[in-house]
Every structure is written in structure tokens, then in C-alpha cells.
């Protein structure tokens, strides 16, 4: 078992479930993967169990939902699988290429550094994002920007889901309190680490947008991460963080 697991979250992403997994398996270092599986009715969650039959058995692991209930549980489902297994980094990252395989070692040699969280990030030497529509950049851009003027954090790339952690930040942060379930949990995930006073890296990549699959954004969810912000920084100041 190797002691770097990468977490990937899946609802309907048949056309990339197989493609996703041998790019990380290919990879010169060795990560396992975990893939989370909201019982998508499209037969991601056979893909994975053929290739676990067949070539992964030892490296590959699924862990089956009942059913759709968000990207945050999804999440929090699978670092608790992690930590019950005995992973020491916790990688997340999207199934659909959109975040490029080959920046998980960058991510990985940051957490070897000096850094306990170590985050994908679009922003930080500029907007690196591809296929995007110029709206669409806008909002992701100013929405961090949103994000720092609110909480006081001084990360570029806030809203980001390609992240690395410590086994130790997902042992200290109580899982069960994180609240969002949509992309705020992303925000929320950081903002605590943050609270808590763990060292926090940005590493610069390409953000590439989905060529295959439908994208899982939506008003709603984008609503959440607008007025989620301002009510998790007031619920803060009346919160204990145990710092390390």
C-alpha cells in the first residue's frame, strides 16, 4: 500500500473514470486511488470494479454511495476511509481532467516540504485556466477574491478542489462540523485549516475545463459559496480553534 491516496469523486463520469485512474497509475510516484461513487446510474462504479478485478486490486479502491448527497459528504466520506486505512497524504482532485494528474507529485513535494496543506492553485501566478468562457474566469476569480476580503485569508485560489493534505489536518479539523455539501466546502475545508494554524502552500498549475461529461455547477451551488462565506466567518468568532 502506498502512503499517498488520491481521492476521486464521480456522478456519471464513465467517459473519464477508466482515463483518470491510468493517468494516476502511470504517474513515476505511486499513488493509490480511492474513487467515491454516488451510485451513478451510468455505470461508473462497474468501470472501476472491472479494473479492480482485473489490474488494480491491491491500489484501487471504491467506496459506493446510495446516492447523490454532494461533493462535500463525498469528501468527508472519503477521508474518513482514508484515515481508518492509514494514509498518511489525502489527495482530492476532480474526475474529469480538469485537474492534470501530472501535478500531483508538485502537490505531494510541497507536503514534503514545509507545507500541511498544499493547494492547486489557478491564481496564483496569474489566471492560469483553459476553455473556460471569459464570465465564467471572472466569476471564479473575483469570487476568491471575495473569499480572502471576507475571511482574511491570504490564498489566491480559495474555491480550489485540487488539494493535498496531512494525515495530521484531517485527524485535527472535526470532519462532522464541516458543513457545506457544493463547492464551498472547498472554502470551508481551507478557512478551518487556516483557523487552525496550519501552514498553507499554493502551488501554481494549468486549470483545463472538462472536455467529456457534463459539469455538476450550479445556481445553487454558487449561492451557497456567496452567502455561505459571510455566515461561516461570524460563526467563527464564536468558535474555539485549537491551534497546533
Same mark, same amino acid.
Given at each position: 500500500?502506498?502512503?499517498?491516496?488520491?481521492?476521486i469523486p464521480?456522478y456519471?463520469?464513465?467517459?473519464?473514470a477508466?482515463?483518470?485512474i491510468?493517468?494516476?497509475?502511470?504517474?513515476?510516484?505511486t499513488f493509490d486511488v480511492?474513487i467515491?461513487d454516488?451510485?451513478?446510474p451510468d455505470?461508473?462504479?462497474?468501470?472501476?470494479?472491472?479494473?479492480?478485478?482485473?489490474e488494480f486490486?491491491?491500489?484501487?479502491?471504491?467506496l459506493?454511495r446510495?446516492?447523490?448527497?454532494g461533493l462535500? #459528504? @463525498?469528501?468527508i466520506d /472519503? &477521508? $474518513?476511509?482514508?484515515?481508518?486505512?492509514?494514509?498518511e497524504?489525502?489527495?482530492?482532485?476532480?474526475a474529469?481532467?480538469?485537474?492534470?494528474?501530472?501535478?500531483?507529485?508538485?502537490?505531494?513535494?510541497?507536503?514534503?516540504?514545509?507545507?500541511?496543506?498544499?493547494?492547486?492553485?489557478?491564481?496564483?501566478?496569474?489566471?492560469?485556466?483553459?476553455?473556460w468562457?471569459m464570465?465564467?474566469?471572472?466569476?471564479?476569480?473575483y469570487?476568491?477574491?471575495?473569499v480572502?476580503?471576507?475571511?482574511?485569508?491570504?490564498?489566491?485560489?480559495?474555491t480550489?478542489?485540487?488539494v493535498g493534505?496531512k494525515?495530521?489536518?484531517?485527524q485535527?479539523?472535526?470532519?462532522?462540523?464541516?458543513?457545506?455539501r457544493g463547492?464551498?466546502?472547498?472554502i470551508e475545508m481551507?478557512? #478551518? @485549516?487556516?483557523?487552525? /494554524? &496550519? $501552514?498553507?502552500?499554493?502551488?501554481?498549475?494549468i486549470?483545463?475545463?472538462?472536455?467529456r461529461?457534463?459539469s455538476?455547477?450550479?445556481?445553487?451551488?454558487?449561492?451557497?459559496a456567496?452567502?455561505?462565506?459571510?455566515s461561516?466567518?461570524?460563526?467563527?468568532?464564536f468558535r474555539k480553534?485549537q491551534?497546533?
Amino acid at each position: 500500500m502506498s502512503k499517498k491516496i488520491v481521492i476521486i469523486p464521480t456522478y456519471n463520469e464513465r467517459e473519464n473514470a477508466e482515463e483518470i485512474i491510468r493517468a494516476v497509475f502511470s504517474l513515476h510516484q505511486t499513488f493509490d486511488v480511492l474513487i467515491v461513487d454516488d451510485n451513478s446510474p451510468d455505470g461508473t462504479a462497474e468501470i472501476v470494479k472491472n479494473l479492480q478485478s482485473h489490474e488494480f486490486r491491491n491500489n484501487l479502491h471504491l467506496l459506493q454511495r446510495k446516492e447523490k448527497n454532494g461533493l462535500g #459528504t @463525498a469528501y468527508i466520506d /472519503g &477521508f $474518513k476511509w482514508c484515515l481508518n486505512q492509514g494514509y498518511e497524504y489525502i489527495f482530492e482532485m476532480d474526475a474529469d481532467f480538469s485537474h492534470n494528474p501530472q501535478d500531483l507529485p508538485k502537490l505531494f513535494e510541497a507536503l514534503c516540504e514545509e507545507a500541511e496543506v498544499a493547494i492547486g492553485s489557478r491564481y496564483k501566478t496569474g489566471v492560469n485556466v483553459v476553455n473556460w468562457p471569459m464570465e465564467r474566469v471572472m466569476m471564479s476569480y473575483y469570487a476568491s477574491a471575495y473569499v480572502r476580503y471576507i475571511t482574511g485569508m491570504r490564498i489566491r485560489d480559495t474555491t480550489a478542489g485540487f488539494v493535498g493534505y496531512k494525515a495530521k489536518v484531517l485527524q485535527h479539523i472535526a470532519l462532522d462540523e464541516i458543513k457545506f455539501r457544493g463547492y464551498a466546502f472547498q472554502i470551508e475545508m481551507k478557512f #478551518t @485549516a487556516w483557523k487552525h /494554524g &496550519f $501552514k498553507i502552500e499554493e502551488v501554481p498549475i494549468i486549470f483545463t475545463d472538462r472536455t467529456r461529461g457534463e459539469s455538476k455547477i450550479s445556481k445553487g451551488i454558487i449561492q451557497e459559496a456567496v452567502f455561505g462565506v459571510v455566515s461561516m466567518k461570524v460563526k467563527s468568532w464564536f468558535r474555539k480553534y485549537q491551534k497546533v
